[in-house]
């Protein structure tokens, strides 16, 4: 079936006609709404919902999207626009756009190989690739990667001994951050992708039908069994190492009770650059900085964890101004367009992260397709940039920006 978006304002009585493109020609892929269609079309339901759903009423999930709409550009013109760039500086090294690939668990249920799938795509585009702890790959084999900015997300669990070991095993492997998830020590409640099993280690029988319907994923997922947590899986006793009762058991060992007195150790332990993820509160923001952190994440954990929490970009002008020039602060959620990067980096972000539209390039296209997707916001960058008459990033600002419906600076649209 042809994936047909909502009805446009330019469109009257759902005429003309719109499709996505969900086909195999990379060049005929204009956006990420291109590529979200070809994954839609490609996995099934139960891998669906495991990417595209958010927790409870999906309320965060939905607000992380709305907030990029609350906010309108005003733009310049006769401005010289022949010389445009998204170059920047992450973590002090030159970098062609101000964007990370999102760390993101369990991508081998979208494709064998996955996470090298992603260090690829991220290497090619210059930008830094954050692995999970719950990825499929072992870390040592993403850092053959040439040429990659390796960076390791952290979930704490279990005894002192594993988190210890992950990072050591970063240092020595050379990653360049370690950021420390801090919003996912209680699992979210992802009603919809929980009634794909009809127990916790055993899909329903409708889910196994529909998953035999989809022979392209099959083919090019299930070589060799369902994937396991290769950076973890050594601490998971043997009898729950199958890939549902691991995930559940891990989960069940995750720290209820992590605090600031474990950042500090971590800290102590990690002598990189190190970030927290999952932060939304100033308060929470300074108090980071104050325990030795370099950089925050702020994020909602892609809308999976807390229901109706504001989105990231609610909060990110506060969360600048309350940490200054002090560390670099990087939004994650709901990136889709290029002008949703350049929306946060006026609002104060140093860069973004991409989790999803990255996702939706594997699972249509494999590592071709990680790549296309970052240069598709690249270039949605590039354009906008034009748009608004601002050649580089340096001339994105506040004063870009209005709030929809608050004109403080054009008394004569009051």
Not at 84 to 100: D, E, F, Q, V, Y
Not at 229 to 258: L, T
Request: aromatic content about 8%; glycine content about 10%; some cysteine.
């Amino acid at each position: 079936m042809p994936f047909i978006p909502p009805s446009s304002v330019a469109q009257l009585d759902k005429s003309p006609r719109r499709r996505f493109y969900t086909g195999r020609n990379l060049d005929r892929v204009q956006s990420i709404g291109d590529l979200r269609a070809r994954t839609h079309r490609l996995m099934p339901r139960f891998v669906l919902e495991y990417l595209e759903g958010g927790a409870g009423e999906e309320a965060t999930l939905a607000r992380e999207r709305e907030a990029f709409a609350t906010w309108r550009v005003l733009p310049h013109t006769l401005r010289d626009e022949s010389a445009r760039s998204t170059a920047c500086a992450i973590l002090g090294r030159p970098a062609p756009l101000p964007l990370l690939v999102a760390p993101t668990g369990v991508n081998g249920i979208f494709m064998r190989g996955a996470d090298s799938a992603l260090a690829l795509g991220a290497t090619e585009a210059g930008v830094p690739f954050i692995q999970s702890t719950m990825s499929n790959e072992p870390m040592e084999e993403i850092a053959k990667v040439p040429g990659l900015r390796h960076w390791w997300q952290l979930y704490v669990f279990g005894p002192d001994e594993i988190w210890q070991t992950l990072v050591d095993r970063a240092a020595a492997a050379g990653c360049e951050a370690l950021v420390l998830t801090t919003n996912a020590q209680i699992f979210g409640q992802r009603e919809w992708d929980s009634r794909t099993r009809a127990t916790r280690s055993r899909p329903s029988l409708r889910t196994i039908v529909n998953a035999a319907r989809h022979p392209h994923w099959a083919a090019t997922t299930l070589r060799g069994g369902l994937p396991r947590f290769e950076n973890v899986i050594d601490f998971v006793p043997k009898e729950h190492r199958g890939f549902f009762d691991s995930a559940f058991w891990i989960r069940e060992q995750m720290w209820k009770d992590i605090g600031w007195r474990d950042v500090a150790r971590i800290r102590a332990r990690w002598k990189g650059a190190l970030f927290l993820k999952g932060v939304l509160h100033p308060e929470e923001a300074v108090r980071a900085l104050d325990a030795g952190v370099d950089g925050i994440m702020l994020g909602s954990h892609g809308g999976r964890q807390a229901d109706w929490a504001v989105a990231p970009l609610d909060v990110l002008p506060r969360v600048r101004d309350a940490v200054g020039d002090r560390a670099e602060l990087y939004l994650s959620g709901g990136i889709r367009r290029g002008s949703d990067a350049l929306k946060a980096l006026a609002l104060g972000a140093d860069a973004v992260l991409t989790g999803r539209a990255t996702l939706y390039g594997l699972c249509a296209h494999g590592g071709d397709g990680v790549t296309k997707a970052i240069d598709l916001l690249k270039k949605e960058m590039m354009n906008e940039l034009g748009q608004y008459g601002a050649p580089t990033l340096d001339a994105i600002s506040p004063d870009l920006l209005v709030r929809m419906g608050h004109f403080p600076h054009i008394p004569e649209f009051c």
